[in-house]
T-cell receptor, first 115, second 111 residues
Framework: ETGVTQSPTHLIKTRGQQVTLRCSSQSGHNTVSWYQQALGQGPQFIFQYYREEENGRGNFPPRFSGLQFPNYSSELNVNALELDDSALYLC??????????????FGPGTRLTVL | GEDVEQSLFLSVREGDSSVINCTYT??????LYWYKQEPGAGLQLLTYIFSNMDMKQDQRLTVLLNKKDKHLSLRIADTQTGDSAIYFCAGGMNRDDKIIFGKGTRLHILP
């Protein structure tokens, strides 16, 4: 069983650009959540996808969007990048089968710097 | 609203016990977590406690929950240099639900 992986590890973009971050969930996990962790802060929930549909969203604008694919991979897309989007982006995968659900396993994150 | 508060820094001598405290406002949090984050690494779930429990012990870790005061603490016995990290208090409704994190407590180990 492989863990959760994310790519790229680091990324530098400029204001106004668009970025796509990728996450590969643990095999069999049907739920992926994305979090933004600004420097010196705790992670903040962006949104969650369950079986390829958005299943809850935090306080983030629509320029943050996502996709989840049947092969346990997912993407976080951010349009019109702003300086404040500079952060560590974490994805977490879990198996949701009703009831209380299962533990979320976090990837190592992608460090995004916006200049 | 949802909020989790914890002190930002803690310094402890190697071999002593570390106690990290947290308060939370969302009483609907069914699961309360402690995560560990080391530089360059993702978040590692250390332990969690269900909201109807008062205490949970797991080897060197002891979690205490005072639900009335919405206060959670993590005690690390016999603190080692490898315990140096940022510790996040967090809560969620279900285990696969969104997790609300505090800002983290940086634990520094003194020789």
């Amino acid at each position: 069983e492989t863990g959760v992986t994310q790519s790229p590890t680091h990324l530098i973009k400029t204001r106004g650009q668009q970025v796509t971050l990728r996450c590969s969930s643990q095999s069999g996990h049907n739920t992926v959540s994305w979090y933004q962790q600004a420097l010196g802060q705790g992670p903040q929930f962006i949104f969650q996808y369950y079986r390829e549909e958005e299943n809850g969203r935090g306080n983030f604008p629509p320029r943050f969007s996502g996709l989840q694919f049947p092969n346990y991979s997912s993407e976080l897309n951010v349009n019109a990048l702003e300086l404040d989007d500079s952060a560590l982006y974490l994805c977490a995968s879990s198996l949701s089968a009703g009831g209380e659900g299962d533990e979320q396993f976090f990837g190592p994150g992608t460090r995004l710097t916006v200049l | 609203g949802e909020d989790v508060e914890q002190s930002l820094f803690l310094s402890v001598r190697e071999g002593d016990s570390s106690v990290i405290n947290c308060t939370y406002t969302d009483s609907s949090s069914t699961y309360l977590y402690w995560y560990k984050q080391e530089p360059g690494a993702g978040l590692q779930l250390l332990t969690y406690i269900f909201s109807n429990m008062d205490m949970k012990q797991d080897q060197r870790l002891t979690v205490l929950l005072n639900k009335k005061d919405k206060h959670l603490s993590l005690r690390i016995a016999d603190t080692q240099t490898g315990d140096s990290a940022i510790y996040f208090c967090a809560g969620g409704m279900n285990r696969d639900d969104k997790i609300i994190f505090g800002k983290g407590t940086r634990l520094h180990i003194l020789p």
